[in-house]
């Protein structure tokens, strides 16, 4: 138990609120256990000002005894000191005891506190039954003492006088008891809290706000608002006590950062004192008291602040469990810390700032370790990873600086720096005098001799580098085995400083680093050449004097070191090889011809574009291009060639610096595909097509165990390979710069070449370029003569004289002068004679060598060009005019057999499906002198109209109309157009278009229309031909033959006319809406039995008579009558002249007004033994309507108003079970069936007819309410 009379610790982890307690001392000490353990075990929730986050707190208290001298004074601010509540003990329940000296002592207590303003107190009445007993005599008979004390003191505030019964009994009454009191206190603390912080809140707000006043100071400050941080601290809310230190931490750098601006403050004055101690930062107590004395009294150091200032930081982050963001905060503070003495310009020792920042890295992870296992330490290395390297740094910093580095050793001036350094570290600080492994004598101890220090400091560097190739860090790892290089090189052994170079050098390679790769070289280059390794020297020495970011005494420095060596003879040195990507670049290759694809033994250059990156010029002894030729064949065993008959290469290829070398990043090669076609051996064609790997021999194999990554520079080791064939040039001096050189490339053997390899030799160097890439290739051929025939304009209209060209490749064969072709066409194509008809003479870049007039002459099948001379591989160009006829379609030709023996079809139109056009082939065959085949080739013409025709009949008369549609893009003018009949000389046909010219535009039709007359009796069929000269609108017509159509018209007599008339009801004038009206219809026969009619004997009436059965069938299909009672019916016509049938049916018109007849539809009955009599009319435009038949058999039952739709053919029947295809085609042909007349034989006057139809007068009432 804490003795009363002891005073507050302040300033220590274990500071509690005090709460100050008079009146019966005895009677509080037998009760403060108790009171001690029970009043922090429940939360209260604090809710604060500013609408700040509630937050559940445990309160805890020092509870000390009254003294007047412990009441706050006036000005005192302090917190840690303050009184929160002030409590008054008593136990008195004797009425003259209380109010002989209680009552006196406690208007005491509380007039002392009225008199320094504190308002935080509680009267605690302890109520005991030994004390009732022992006084009963005296106690009071109306109120009890509690009342007297609430009356006296506790007039308004009922609730500061407290009654705690029984404490020191186990009982019901005395826990409820205790729970009250402890409640009670637990809200007047919140309360004292919640007052008093707000109000010292609000006084440090005042006094941040007047910071731009003069005199104001930081220290001050700090020390407020560190009061402020102690109390959260003591309340365990270190979050926001961490609030508080970072708030000072950001206005003391903003003061910094404006100082460095101009922006002084005088407080800063105390801080750009010269740093005299620099023992780092101490972490391992709590409070640093004699760095916040220092601060306290105005004399601390910048190095004194941020070092106390980190260490509150830290404690708190420590309790907060977030020791890895202590480690990110130092890395911070020690940078920042540097960069703040540079710009309050204070005067360190040189190696002071290092030795501090050593120290405090040090102390860090110590102080981290100690917090930590080493689990959660390696897991999160990536946290103290950079302390580690900082460390390190500075360490060989102070090495340097101390002459721990050099061969030689310190000097005695380095020897002074180590003494004035070590004293600035002052004396060991008790905390760390029995550590072995302090960061004192680490420092010590690596300053004390080279060994120490070597040991030291390899330890640090290894660590880092460890942890950052753990946390796959590898380029500051890399940065870390750079430095270890340089102490290396300092030490005099290049060997090892070779090693952790080349790992830098790999990183900054693949990364694209080009500054610090430079660097790293240059220090290769120094550690190669005192390694004497003469070629990796060389080649480093290249890569450096091509390199730009060097000066250039620097660049031809080593490029001399290359021509010293190069310049040697054979017996003081042997050749080395080097890589060309050093020394030159591949910047582009041009082929002249520019079409990289020339015949055997024809002229052709290469052209080499290099980019030399050596500072002076260098003349070289040659240049060599190594090629690898592959032999032409037009068809492998399988029938496989590239690319068809010949490869098609670009002219000039263009390289960059990274596809100049086909190595990828990571030292493998670049895929080098190219495409391959399967050919049939037979005809050519192609089969099919696919990619090959044309260097799978360097991707598939085995890797050294010496990788290219793992060779000097990265660079693999280099051969030329021997060749049989190679381009040569000797004696060539390179510029710095751009460079043309040109070489002539062989062309004897037909093949492909190869570009696979480039060597330039400058003394006892060569520079390889090991793959050329990408791929370039140039052709050699020996083309077979090629004969093509293309149209000269798409498409080729049929009927018209058309241009053909004719382009005849002589490959290598020499057309002599006699040699001839002979073209076997057929006679639907024939060759229109011209006699200006030339050929045009080109060699293989085109340009017009001769033209000479040919000699064609024609003969019934054959017609003979004689072809002029030509030289091998040029080109023969002439036009022929072709005309393709037309066909009419009316009779079919035998085949027949062209000159060479094959048989000609004759030609068949068909449709295109990307053209309206008709489409016809025609074939030719060629002989050729070169070859004892015949040349087989297939034009294809389009005919530009689409014809169709129609019989139109008015009454008796007849009239054929004939549609021409034009279907192509061009325009054309008509003339004579002409129909004719070719059986019948009696017909006569009458055109009844007075126009001799007509036009026809495209995509549009032309209708042409002839009345038939005829004198004795109309043919039941005509056998018409229609035609018509054509020719493009703005052509005349020369020559063309006219265009054909021929068709057939087959029962073209009218046998019956149907007369309809619609009578109104009886005794209405008009036809009225929704009245029944008589629909009277009259079907006359006209002629005679035609032919194929089917004739019966007359029975009954017509008994005697010729009669045939028709089937008549009344409907609307627009849904303006209503067909009532009987729709359709049979009628037993008689076949003479001019007999008539009469039918009657009940219509109702739907709506008023104009309303066509009913449709009439008259039907053919054909009986079960009847024939069908149908023909199909393929030529015929007019589609048949559909029929009806009857559900039930018309022999049974004549009328019927439910009829059915069926096909072209009908037949009666009610079976619904499907039968097979064969039974059902049977049983069809013997039940009765329907057919329907051929355009004209029925004449239907009353087809265009209309009715008067009036609306119903029926009267409608309107009710209209007026008010």
Known sequence: MECPEEKPIIYTMENKPIVTCAGDQALFTSLYTTLAQQLPREPMEWRRTYGRAPKMIHLEANFVQFKEELLPKEGNKALLTFPFLHIYWTDCCDTEAYKGSVKEDMMRWQNSLRTHGSADWVIIVVENNETKKKNKTNILPRSSIIDKIRSDFCNKQNDRCVVLSEPLKDSSRSQESWSSLLLKLRTLLLMSFTKNLGRFEDDMRTLREKRTQPGWSFCDYFMVQEEL????????????????????????????????????????????????????????????????????????SLLDLRSYLFSRQCTLLIFLQRPWEVTQRALELLHNCVQELRLLEVSVLEGALDCWVFLSCLEVLHRIEGCCDPAQLAANCSHTVGLWAYATDKLKSLGELCGLVSEKGPTSEDLNRTV??????????????????????????????????????????????????????????????????????????????ESFLQEALKCYVSEGWSLPLTHTRKQIAQCQKLLNRTEDYLQTSALLAGDEN???????????????????????????????????????????????????????????????????????????????????????????????????????????????????????PALELDEIHDRSPTDNSLNSTGVICKNTHLLIRRHNSLSPSETPNGVSPLTMKEEAQMLKVQDVRLQPGINSIKLKAPSADPGTYTLRQLCVTLGQVQFILPHVYPSVQYQVYSQEPQLTVEPLEEPLLAGLPQFVQFTLLTGHYTVKKGDALQLSNSESMPIVPSATCSARICNTAGELVGEQVLSIQSSEKVTSISLP?????????????????????????????????EVRHRPRSYSHPDTPMTAIDQRMSIDCPWSIYSTLLALTFYIPFKTKHSLLSAGNRKYVQVCVQNVSDEDFKLEEVKLSEKQNSSLQLLCLSNKTQQTLCSKHSLFCLWEVRWSAELPSSLNCLFSAHFSPLNQELSGSKPFHYSFQLDRVTTLYSVKAEILPPAGESQCRCGLLCALEVHITRLTEAAEGEVIEEGKGETEGSKTTKLMYEVADSSSNWAVCGRSSGMVLMPLSPNATHKVQIEVMPLFAGHLPFPRIQVLKYLPHSATPNIQPDPDSCVENDSLSLLDKSLDDQADTASIRSRGSVHSVGSSSDPAPPSSHQQRALNMPRLEPFSPGQVFNHSLTQQVLVLPASDDHIMEVNAT
């Open 869 to 901: 001379a030509a030289a091998p591989y040029h080109s023969l160009v002439f036009q022929l005019q072709v005309l393709c006829l037309i066909p009419t379609g009316a009779e079919r030709l035998t085949n027949e057999r062209l000159t060479n023996g």
């Open 420 to 497: 004035d350094l070590l004293a600035g570290l002052g004396d060991e600080r008790p905390e760390t005098v029995n550590s072995l492994q302090s960061p004192y004598k680490k420092l010590k101890e690596a300053l004390s001799s080279v060994e120490a220090f070597e040991r030291h400091y390899l330890e640090l560097s290894h660590a880092a580098m460890e942890m950052y190739q753990a946390i796959s860090r590898m380029r500051s790892a890399r940065l870390v085995g750079k430095s270890l290089a340089e102490f290396y090189m300092r030490k005099g052994d290049p060997e090892r400083a």
């Open 550 to 668: 060097l000066s250039s005494e620097e660049r031809e420095h080593f490029c001399q070191e290359i021509l010293n060596f190069a310049s040697k003879s054979g017996d003081q040195a042997q050749k080395v090889t080097l890589s060309m990507g050093v020394f030159a670049h591949l910047t582009r290759l041009q082929f002249h011809p520019s079409t990289a694809s020339v015949h055997s033994g024809a002229d052709l250059q290469v052209e080499l574009v290099l980019r030399c990156l050596m500072p002076v010029s260098v003349h070289l002894q040659q240049l060599v291009a190594s090629i690898h030729f592959d032999i032409e064949q037009n068809t492998g065993t399988l029938g496989r060639s590239k690319g068809g008959q010949r490869l098609t290469n670009p002219g000039i290829v263009e390289f960059t610096q990274t596809t100049t070398s086909p190595l990828s990043s990571n030292g493998t």
């Open 229 to 300: 941080a102690f109390v959260f601290e003591m309340l365990q809310q270190f979050e926001d006590a961490l609030v508080q230190y970072d708030e000072l931490d950001a206005l003391f750098t903003q003061y910094v950062l404006n100082f460095g601006a101009g922006d002084t403050a005088n407080w800063l004055g105390s801080f750009c004192a010269p740093v005299k101690c620099w023992n780092g930062l101490l972490l391992r107590r709590p409070i640093d008291m004699e760095k916040r004395d220092l601060i306290q009294k105005g004399e601390a």
